[in-house]
């Protein structure tokens, strides 16, 4: 039972792992974008696990090419040796990052792929100087952890590198939201400029950044920004990390990674997430020139293990096959659309923003900016009792977060949106 199960979960898992629902939900099967709990309800997943489950559950092209490497007897043989799946998988990926004479190192986590990045960038530059942008998430191992700009995930305020900050895109609170687009890149870009000159003894290695903002609650610059940032980057030969673990893969609707939004290319990548549709997978891709910068052996035991791109080279063929970055387009201007039409005028409801199916939709006090995690929770909870399932997040924890399934038809979404405004109104107080 599930009571059971969670006073076992309680009392041999620390209590800093966190359960979403105040009647933590057991998932045992799954079918398309739907899930269904232990006690036989179905949910309408928004959510993805966590963007993870990219084309959806039990989805058949992804299921018979693990079963596939499977049937060989194989489940992993360590990098140490020549791993098809792997490097047809690298090829591909390669292909499609954008990056001129790419190479791919395969890891297993988002954090992981980011903490490679950043080995490789102070190598490549020879600094331990990171520029890191606030209100970021990028992992939670030591150094991912030090270039985070966002306290509720810095466990440890011990760094094993020197980070200065940037301003993020934040257009609801900070120094540059009442700002136009424009206006907000000038002047970004001045910070910049000042930050290199002030907290910086010159030779910083790279600039780490997430095109939109995923555990900081779907916030994102203005597009061009990150042009902006790197023509002072490059005028300093300091390398650029576009973070894509939450982005990449067509997610955003208008292009295959969100850098792309910036017209710059990025000198490293990371990807996760999605790239896997649940199998641990993930790694950086980047310039040979900079990935090659590794002076030692370094290998990841299971990164790019046989079954994991397996499953990888079935969801980026399924991707592509069926165009789902134009139907996350699609189907995300029906969500976005929706909700601003049928919500956004609330006084409660601050900004509906993201791009493709990656929104968010961020809860304040009536007649101000301060933020409402109360009323968030409340949202969050009626959508479960209504057979959705969202995410939260943001920094002071007042943003309800939707990732969909990039396999989203536009029949769930109305049922999604539907389920979704009701929860909002009804949470919020105002009749239907």
């Not at 920004?225 to 990390?241: P, Q, R, S, T, Y």
């Not at 649940?278 to 891709?285: I, M, N, Q, T, Y």
């Amino acid at each position: 039972m599930t009571d059971d199960l969670l006073a076992r979960h309680r009392a041999v898992l620390p209590s800093w792992m966190p359960l979403y629902y105040a009647q933590p939900l057991e998932l045992v099967s799954g079918s398309g974008r739907r899930v269904t709990d232990a006690q036989g309800r179905s949910y309408l997943d928004f959510f993805g696990g966590v963007l993870t489950n990219m084309i959806g559950y039990d989805i058949p092209e992804i299921r018979e090419a693990v079963e596939r490497q499977l049937a060989t007897g194989i489940a992993h043989t360590s990098t140490l040796y020549l791993i098809r799946q792997q490097v047809e998988l690298a090829e591909k990926i390669a292909q499609r990052s954008g990056i001129p004479d790419a190479r791919v190192f395969f890891t297993n986590s988002g954090t992981e792929a980011n903490e490679a990045a950043l080995l490789v960038a102070t190598n490549h530059r020879r600094s331990h100087q990171i520029l890191a942008v606030r209100n970021s998430y990028h992992g939670r191992s030591y150094a991912a952890m030090g270039v985070t700009g966002n306290r509720n995930w810095s466990a440890s305020g011990l760094n094993p590198l020197q980070v200065a900050w940037l301003h993020s895109g934040d257009r609801v609170r900070g120094l540059l939201a009442r700002l136009s687009a424009d206006e907000q890149v000038d002047a970004a870009v001045e910070d910049l400029r000042e930050v290199l000159a002030t907290q910086t003894a010159g030779d910083v290695a790279a600039l780490i950044a997430e095109p939109i903002q995923g555990v900081g609650g779907f916030v994102h610059p203005p597009d061009g920004l990150f042009a902006g940032w790197k023509k002072v980057l490059d005028e300093h030969g300091i390398l650029f990390i576009a973070d894509e673990v939450q982005t990449g893969w067509g997610r955003t609707g208008e292009h295959f990674w969100g850098y792309q939004a910036h017209g710059v290319t990025p000198d490293l990548l990371t990807f996760a997430k999605g790239i896997g549709n649940g199998f641990a997978l993930a790694g950086v891709v980047g310039r040979a020139e900079v990935l090659e910068s590794v002076p030692a052996i370094s290998f990841s035991t299971f990164g790019g293990n046989p079954i994991s791109t397996a499953a990888g080279n079935a969801v980026l063929d399924y991707l592509i096959a069926h165009d789902l970055q134009a139907n996350a387009a699609r189907v995300g201007a029906i969500l976005a659309d929706g909700l601003r039409s049928a919500v956004g005028g609330l006084d409660c409801v601050a900004e509906v923003r993201g791009k493709g199916l990656m929104l968010g939709v961020e809860f304040v006090r009536p007649g101000g900016s301060e933020p409402d995690p109360v009323l968030t929770n409340r949202v969050f909870e009626a959508a479960r009792d209504g057979g959705l399932l969202t995410g939260k997040g943001g920094l002071h924890g007042n943003v309800l977060r939707m990732g969909p399934p990039l396999t989203l038809t536009e029949e769930e979404a109305r049922e999604g949106l539907a389920i979704l405004v009701d929860a909002i109104r009804s949470a919020a107080g105002v009749a239907a």
